[in-house]
């Protein structure tokens, strides 16, 4: 049983509890039901909220996709419904609030879930510069990370992938994926990502987290199905860079010894690292960038404020007193929920320039 799976699992007892009491306070403003019927419905929210794994995990099907897909959007609605009450009801403790005021703050939920959904399934292309020396001529990578395929974004996302990057083809020398290529919320069979066998432009990869998940064997089997180079503790050259994928260490997955001796001097040498961590350290053994995913930039507000007080660096382009840079983009896919609002579904290009 996967980590995720026990998490699910773990969870679902809270997040019914959850449910039949943010229920309950939602009819209560728009008109009362019994506790019967509560108990049915957060049953049924429960079901739908763990039952998918169990045969996505076998088999992914549209059936299993959808319920995942409604469970992801309830479970972010919940959220901005929670919001929603606990400003009712405090503003409620001052002044008589009118119905139609009450019903209009609710009703803001759905319109504002309307943009956080198109915003989720809408990918950008953003643009960094980032001045190095050691480059003997100017050199582009397109960054991206947390795909997430999965249960919630599934083959579309992989074809809208593939489209953008077809699109840079002519303009982009690497592509380099931090991690999260899978979610762990679906099987991930070979064929999966056989589609980036049509980009023209090499793509590196190196697992993050969730890539474990759904395991990694079959995650790698299907990259490299797909021509997609897997940087697994290892090194690989290209032209003037020499990169370095460090695998997320997870569960018994060793964590490899990072010293100077994986620097090449007269190289540009980046770090392919999920996590935004050890930027200090890395820039001080000598490498030149890290690249990196795994925060979303907090996906959707509150979140987003949440993810800026965890992490010391969230998302955007980072440059220290070594002259160093670290670039945390916000990822493609989403965790869990399809929503976004606040932060980008986004490809990066860095443009690498000689000073």
Avoid at 16 to 38: A, E
Avoid at 283 to 302: A, I, K, M, N, W
Avoid at 332 to 337: A, I, L, W
Wanted: charged residues 20%; hydrophobic residues 45%.
């Amino acid at each position: 049983m996967s980590f995720r799976t026990k998490r699910v699992l773990f969870i679902t007892p809270f997040y019914m509890i959850f449910q039949f009491f943010l229920l309950k306070y939602l009819f209560l403003l728009l008109g009362d039901v019994s506790d019967g019927h509560l108990i049915i419905l957060t049953i049924l929210l429960g079901l739908i909220h763990c039952m998918p794994m169990f045969f996505e995990a076998k088999k992914s099907t549209y059936l299993g996709r959808l319920l995942s897909t409604i469970d992801g959007i309830w479970m972010w609605a919940s959220v901005m419904f929670l919001i929603d009450i606990v400003v009712i009801y405090i503003i409620g403790t001052f002044i008589m609030l009118p119905k139609i005021f009450i019903y209009c703050l609710l009703a803001i939920v759905p319109v504002l879930g309307i943009y956080n959904y198109y915003k989720a399934h809408h990918l950008v292309v953003n643009e960094k510069i980032l001045e190095l020396d050691n480059l003997t001529r100017d050199f582009n990578i397109v960054h991206l990370s947390d795909v997430h395929f999965g249960s919630v974004r599934h083959n579309e996302i992989i074809h809208q992938i593939v489209s953008k990057l077809k699109e840079l083809e002519g303009e982009c020398d690497l592509a380099i994926i931090s991690g999260d290529l899978a979610d762990g919320s679906s099987v991930v069979e070979e064929n999966d990502l056989i589609e980036f066998n049509d980009v023209d432009i090499p793509i590196i990869f190196t697992p993050g987290n969730h890539d474990f998940y759904p395991g990694i064997e079959s995650v790698i089997i299907a990259c490299k199905n797909a021509g997609i180079i897997v940087l697994d503790n290892e090194s690989r050259e290209f032209d003037c860079l020499n990169i370095f994928g460090l695998t997320y260490s997870i569960e018994d997955k060793d964590i490899p010894k990072i010293d100077k001796s994986l620097v090449k001097p007269g190289f540009v040498n980046i770090i392919n690292y999920h996590v935004p961590y050890y930027w200090e350290e890395f820039s001080r053994l000598g490498f030149d960038v890290q690249l990196s995913g795994h925060t979303h930039g907090g996906q959707f507000y509150p979140a987003v404020n949440f993810a800026e007080m965890m992490f010391k660096y969230n998302r955007g382009l980072f440059k220290n007193d070594f002259g160093k840079y670290l670039h945390v983009t916000t990822g493609v896919g989403s965790m869990d929920t399809p929503m976004r609002w606040g932060t980008d579904s986004e490809l990066v290009v860095l443009r690498l320039k000689k000073k």
